[in-house]
């Protein structure tokens, strides 16, 4: 669906909810590995310079290169906005808002059993953040992901999801 696209896709990339609604079809190509994703314009890059991210396929159910191929086939969308509006009768509108993103991922959490307020449009870029920072993946690394231009930010993130790794007091 429409939805599982968004969340695998923001996760693995690490997209900015503005970042994944401004996705259209020319930017995503399949390769071996799984696709490139090139973001034209961020709100680090106002010039547009663009940067490319790959996306590889994952093992399992939550492949992020499969869940767009499912639904840009099921959507029959061969150009533009990769991301668009569906109605209650499943009829494909025009493309998504920033302010869609927030609501398509507290909706998931909600129905998954979590807080929804404790989610919000960031969520699938921080998570990607913290997990890979907790599967002890390299700050470079993190960052080629997420086109941070240093560790100050990225560490905002890493700093709250390891307060308990290695945690003096639970050592003792």
Request: with cysteine.
């Amino acid at each position: 669906s429409r939805d599982q696209a968004i969340l695998l896709l923001g996760f693995a990339g690490a997209f900015r909810r503005s970042e994944l609604v401004a996705l259209n079809i020319d930017d995503i190509k399949e390769v071996q590995e799984g696709l490139t994703v090139t973001i034209q314009r961020s709100k680090t890059d106002q010039e547009g310079s663009g940067r490319k991210i790959g996306i590889p396929f994952a093992r399992g159910i939550h492949c992020p290169v499969k869940a767009i191929q499912s639904w840009l086939e099921l959507s029959g969308i061969t150009s533009g906005a990769i991301f668009r509006s569906v109605d209650r009768h499943g009829n494909i509108g025009d493309q998504l808002s920033n302010h869609a993103i927030p609501r398509i991922i507290k909706g998931w959490a909600s129905k998954a059993g979590f807080d929804p307020k404790d989610y919000a449009g960031h969520s699938l870029r921080s998570g990607l953040v913290t997990s890979a920072a907790n599967a002890g993946i390299a700050n470079h690394k993190i960052r080629a992901q997420t086109g941070h231009k240093g560790d100050a930010m990225l560490n905002r993130y890493i700093r709250d999801s390891q307060i308990f790794t290695d945690n003096a007091a639970g050592i003792l």
